[in-house]
């Protein structure tokens, strides 16, 4: 079955970095592109990035672009979100999201909180 298992989150200052990761397992991993998402306490999940399943293709929401970078190791079955210059706003639970024949898988999420 898929799973998908987020690390790396936790309590960075304002100003700081932070990289996240999600191991991925019961699916071709390569075969599919893979995406980050985040909820913040009272507010919906939104969009943060997107990888093509070869990583050659990208995409950014306006509020992380310039700031945040995905990746994957397709050899690792494993996608990456590099945060930098992070911000108060950018506190949220992380989710790595793959979607296959229309069903959204998700992980259980890594919090990140951006506080001095």
């Known amino acids: 079955q898929v799973q998908l298992v987020e690390s790396g989150g936790g309590l960075v200052q304002p100003g700081g970095s932070l990289r996240v990761s999600c191991a991925a397992s019961?699916?071709?991993?390569?075969?599919?592109?893979m995406r980050w998402y985040r909820q913040a306490p009272r507010k919906e999940r939104e969009f943060v990035a997107l990888?093509?399943?070869?990583?050659?293709?990208?995409n950014y929401a306006d509020s992380v672009n310039g700031r945040f970078t995905i990746s994957r190791d397709n050899a690792k079955n494993t996608v990456y979100l590099q945060m930098n210059s992070l911000k108060p706003e950018d506190t949220a639970a992380y989710y790595c999201?793959?979607?296959?024949?229309?069903?959204?898988?998700w992980g259980q999420g890594t919090q990140v909180t951006v506080s001095s």
């Open positions: 019961g699916f071709t991993f390569s075969s599919y592109a």
């Open positions: 999201n793959m979607l296959r024949g229309g069903v959204n898988y």
């Open positions: 990888i093509s399943s070869t990583g050659v293709s990208t």
